[in-house]
Nanobody
């Protein structure tokens, strides 16, 4: 089992920044992929950014150049640094991990609201 706990969401004005954290615990073995997803009201959940155990990253086109995914292995924590936030970034952000391509776990989600 893997547990994921997100934090760092909140209300910010357009152009501002937030950093989300996802603390992971449990049975995590390479290879794995950790990702941040988001879901806005009335929309499907979408991938925002991902980071593999090998260090490869991937970003949605809508956040490239503004968001950065990173990790602290010592703390088993993945971060999403979000800069130049826009109202359309408003959503519930979820942390997700897929271990060995088979086991998938989700965090509880954290609300990000960007005011115009």
């Amino acid at each position: 089992q893997v547990q994921l706990v997100e934090s760092g969401g909140g209300l910010v004005q357009a152009g501002g920044s937030l950093r989300l954290s996802c603390a992971a615990s449990g049975s995590i073995f390479s290879p794995y992929v950790m990702g941040w997803y988001r879901q806005a009201p009335g929309k499907q959940r979408e991938l925002v950014a991902s980071l593999t155990s090998g260090g490869s990253t991937n970003y949605a086109d809508s956040v490239k150049g503004r968001f950065t995914i990173s990790r602290d292995n010592a703390k088993n924590t993945v971060y999403l640094q979000m800069n130049s936030l826009k109202p359309e970034d408003t959503a519930v952000y979820y942390c997700c991990i897929v271990v060995s391509g088979t086991r998938q776990y989700w965090g509880q989600g954290t609300q990000v609201t960007v005011s115009s």
